[in-house]
């Protein structure tokens, strides 16, 4: 039934090919220009040893890759990035969900407290980046002289765990507006009989939450999970570099952040696509989860 | 067929362009060229104040002066640029970028494009750490443009209220100065680490105490080089930072703040860093600051110190005229009188004997001493294989690697001994590659 509604309103409209053949071709360009021919190029480029300039080209086969996984510093990244995906992810959804609950239950000004929230994604990374590595600099930072006022030894320019959670709090910041706009979103469409029904049982607000509203909102929770992924894997660089350039001793060089280095500050061009081939593939392996597993489940007709 | 004539429209009004465009009378329109540069701030004003004066300077030529980022975006730049075969006539590229583009056979040494258009230019008369560190088999390659040298800032009134004229000329010595001055709470830190330390606490700690920091002559004479700085007192230095650090008599200033400002704003009495630090440390200070020479080991008689900086690049593919222009400019930038006016305005090192004096005639360094330390410290004693410069392939990556392992022993991962060990290692792994990549062409 549903496919049969689907495929007639698919025939309703564009009965003439050429019209979405014509919206649809300056998206496909863009793409062509700026991520087919890109990712061909660096397939090619991973399987030769290259002077950047271009002129003494040789071909190494899989030594790139090989080098790659034999690599001390490349699996320490692999590492960093886990860890750093992981807890910036629930970091941002945990916040994301408290301020979403929160900002539901605010009838008045709630408008305001949106804005507010939202604020963050319109900051540049590296802006936020800069913000952040500023307020928890060790020697000037006041949130540092605060931490260190209660006793707390914070260095993030010499220990690594330190600058990580710097990283994992400024990316975390910047993402939170994110995914509470959709949990918001997801909070709203919770069906009022449903809420009513509860609260007339004597249900208070945090039970109504946990029992009826977080459930209904676990499609939605699992869609942001794979862009919090998506975002930590590869959206970091800006912060990354802004807040501590990877360091220190790589404690926070996470794999898109070391393509960068690689390849735009060491100049080893083929090692750097290699990494970005790798990255490539695992882009596309989360697409497909999404596809498989995400889309299925998220229901629309709430 | 109406596509037909639209296109022949179109023909039409661009041969008329082209026509009148062909049509202007030579003499009017002086050769553009482009010229990448990496100087941002109150240098990059130097920059376009440098142009505009040699652009006024007569009318065959125009040079423009484009501002493509730090000096990573810069060579960047270049290399995407060259690629598309759009690479400008000109390009400013750091001191490590050296042995890259020198064998990546998309430039053009300077001597002989200046030589072949006709300009007398003194090469004997390029100071020699400079014009030595530009060379390759007795030709300068690139137009020295920008040449620094780490020197010791330091706070005056810091130590004079220790007790000390000045900062002492040994490591040892200094090292009980700064505990001094921190020990009668005169300061909150001794010093600060400068964002390039491996270049002025590293490899010019090798050159000056005449430490072998790689073999051949630390590259000047193969590609086969290897480091070695593992196996001498760069390690003892490496511990004596990380002490620092740990006594808290050293401070990192970390990303969102530059170690400069902490020494500026009189936080910190000491600050190993280039001279080219002039033009900021002169507008920025609220202090009463002085410089001096690096410190050198206890019982060592000193060497010269290396230089960094950058220098320009002339690009291959460009057309016959706009050599012409590039050499007229380069032949500018060489002339005594540029220099001075340079060195004045940024406080680089000058570049030839000749603008060196004229400085010293005019009795510049009289009137500002610091900014006379670079080059006395550049040309210090005779150089020797250890203390001649650093010809490194892929060297920003060896540093990279390096500077990964210095952070390991501030950390407190690896001892200083195990941490030079694997720069070492990890830097002749880079070597290798470069050497393999380049076999027979150095």
């Known amino acids: 039934m549903a496919a049969m509604i689907e495929a007639g309103l698919k025939r309703a409209h564009f009965k003439d090919v050429r019209l979405p053949v014509l919206l649809l071709l300056p998206q496909l360009a863009i793409l062509l220009f700026f991520f087919f021919i890109p990712s061909f190029r660096a397939l090619g480029q991973a399987f030769f040893l290259s002077d950047p300039f271009g002129n003494t080209v040789h071909f190494v086969g899989f030594d790139n890759f090989a080098q790659l996984l034999q690599s001390d510093t490349y699996h320490e990244s692999g590492r960093v990035t886990v860890v750093f995906t992981i807890l910036q992810n629930l970091l941002t959804l945990a916040v994301a969900l408290v301020l979403a609950f929160a900002s539901d239950r605010v009838i008045r000004g709630r408008g305001i407290y949106k804005a507010i929230i939202l604020l963050p994604y319109a900051i540049a990374p590296v802006i936020a ?7 928890f600099n060790p020697a000037v930072g006041p949130l540092a002289q605060l931490l260190h006022a209660i006793g707390l030894a914070w260095d993030p320019n010499r220990v690594g765990s330190d600058a990580m959670i710097l990283v994992i709090l400024a990316a975390s910041w910047k993402h939170v507006c994110y995914d509470y706009i959709f949990l918001l979103a997801g909070l709203l469409a919770v069906p009022s009989s449903l809420l009513e029904a509860a609260a007339v049982d004597g249900a208070g607000p945090l039970r109504r939450f946990f029992t009826i509203g977080l459930p209904l909102l676990m499609p939605t929770m699992f869609f942001l999970a ?49 990494q970005s081939v790798i990255l490539m593939v695992f882009a596309l392996l989360m697409t497909l989860l999404q596809f498989r597993y995400v889309e299925r489940r998220v229901s629309y007709d709430v | 067929m109406k596509i037909q004539r639209r296109s022949t429209l179109a023909m039409l009004a661009l041969s008329s ?21 990496a100087m941002g701030g109150a240098l990059g004003e130097r920059v376009e104040e440098l142009v505009k004066n040699f652009n006024g300077s007569q009318n065959k030529y125009a040079v423009t002066a484009v501002y493509k980022g730090n000096y990573d975006e810069v060579i960047n730049g270049t290399i995407a640029a060259y690629r598309a075969k759009r690479a400008p006539a000109l390009v400013q590229i750091y001191e490590r970028g050296f042995m890259t583009m020198l064998l990546s056979d998309a430039t053009m040494p300077v001597q002989d494009l200046l030589d072949q258009r006709g300009y007398k230019i003194d090469w004997a008369d390029f100071v020699k750490p400079v014009a030595g560190f ?20 330091y706070n005056k009134a810091h130590f004079e209220k220790a007790g000390f004229a000045k900062p002492a000329e040994t490591w040892q010595e200094l090292e009980k ?33 005449d430490l072998p920091y790689a073999t051949k002559a630390n590259g000047y004479q ?24 740990d006594d808290d008599v050293m401070q990192i200033a970390g990303q969102g703040l530059s170690p400069e400002q902490l020494f500026t704003s009189g936080k910190c009495s000491t600050y190993f860093a280039s001279t080219a630090a002039h033009s900021g440390i002169e507008r920025e200070s609220k202090i009463d600051w002085s410089a001096t020479y690096l410190p050198w080991e206890e019982g060592k008689q000193p060497k010269n110190s290396t230089i960094g900086g950058a220098s320009l690049w002339v690009m291959k593919g460009q057309k016959p005229a706009e050599y012409e222009a590039v050499a007229a400019f380069l032949a500018y930038i060489a002339k005594p009188e540029t220099q001075f006016w340079w060195v004045k305005a940024t406080g680089y090192v000058p570049l030839t004997n000749k603008a060196y004096e004229l400085a010293r005639s005019q009795g510049y360094y009289k009137e500002h001493p610091t900014r006379e330390i670079a080059i006395l410290q550049l040309t210090r004693g005779t150089p020797t294989a250890n203390s001649t410069g650093f010809h490194f392939g892929n060297f920003t990556q060896t540093m990279m690697a390096q500077r990964d392992e210095f952070q390991n022993v501030v950390a407190g991962k690896k001892t200083p001994q195990a941490a030079m060990d694997d720069a070492v290692k990890r830097g002749n792994e880079i070597l290798r590659q470069y050497e393999k990549l380049n076999k027979g062409r150095y």
């Open chain 1, 129 to 135: 980046g800069i913000l952040w590595a500023f307020l």
């Open chain 1, 226 to 274: 794979v862009m919090n992924f998506v975002y930590g894997f590869f959206e970091i660089f800006a912060i990354v570099d802004a807040v501590t350039q990877g360091g220190p001793a790589g404690a926070t060089n996470v794999l898109v952040f070391k393509v960068y280095v690689d390849g735009f500050i060491n100049l080893d061009l083929g090692s750097s696509a290699a």
């Open chain 2, 17 to 37: 362009t082209l026509w009148l465009a062909g049509a202007m009378p030579a003499a009017a329109q002086p050769v553009q060229v482009q010229w990448w540069h």
């Open chain 2, 134 to 153: 530009y060379s390759y088999k007795g030709k300068l390659m690139t137009m020295p443009f920008n040449s620094s040298s780490p020197i010791l800032w």
């Open chain 2, 177 to 209: 100065q700064l505990y001094a001055i921190k020990q009668k709470g005169i300061s909150a830190c001794g010093s600060v680490l400068a964002g390039d330390y491996h270049w002025s606490l590293l490899e010019n700690y090798s050159a000056i105490n």
């Open chain 2, 222 to 245: 193969g590609l086969d080089t290897e480091f070695v700085y593992n196996k001498t007192s760069v390690v003892s230095q490496v511990a004596r930072i990380k002490k620092w650090i």
